[in-house]
Nanobody, 125 residues
Framework: VQLQASGGGLVQAGDSLRLSCAASGLTSSNHAVAWFRQAPGKEREFVAAISWTRNIIYYSDSVKGRFTLSRDVVKNTLYLQMNSLNSEDTAVYYC???????????????????WGQGTQVTVSS
């Protein structure tokens, strides 16, 4: 599995941004794909995840209601629509994938074996 994240940038508080994660190799029904983020000086944090073929989605409490995760199975691309951004959303965002029975998602970064390169999101207040 190879992952390529894109779409980051500098925005103002209240703005929206959409991240993309182009994935190759997601041929199994047992894959889950997730977004994590890491702010300077902080640990990597779970943002959202999806069971790739079952389309079951989970969000962290900090982004629920503001972020929307979706995927295009034809393009093998994962999207993270981020609305109502604030300064606490500033971080490097990573997409990650894991193989798990039935595509079970995890909120733990150490349970994902495939990672993209990260894309910077900066929200100015």
């Amino acid at each position: 599995v190879q992952l390529q994240a894109s779409g980051g940038g500098l925005v103002q508080a209240g703005d929206s941004l959409r991240l993309s994660c182009a994935a190759s190799g997601l041929t199994s029904s047992n894959h889950a794909v997730a977004w994590f983020r890491q702010a300077p000086g902080k640990e990597r944090e779970f943002v959202a995840a999806i069971s790739w073929t079952r389309n079951i989605i989970y969000y962290s409490d900090s982004v629920k209601g503001r972020f929307t995760l979706s995927r295009d199975v034809v393009k093998n691309t994962l999207y993270l629509q981020m609305n109502s951004l604030n300064s606490e959303d500033t971080a490097v965002y990573y997409c990650a994938a894991r193989w798990a029975l039935y595509g079970m998602v995890s909120r733990r970064s150490d349970e994902y074996g495939y990672w993209g390169q990260g894309t910077q999101v900066t929200v100015s207040s």
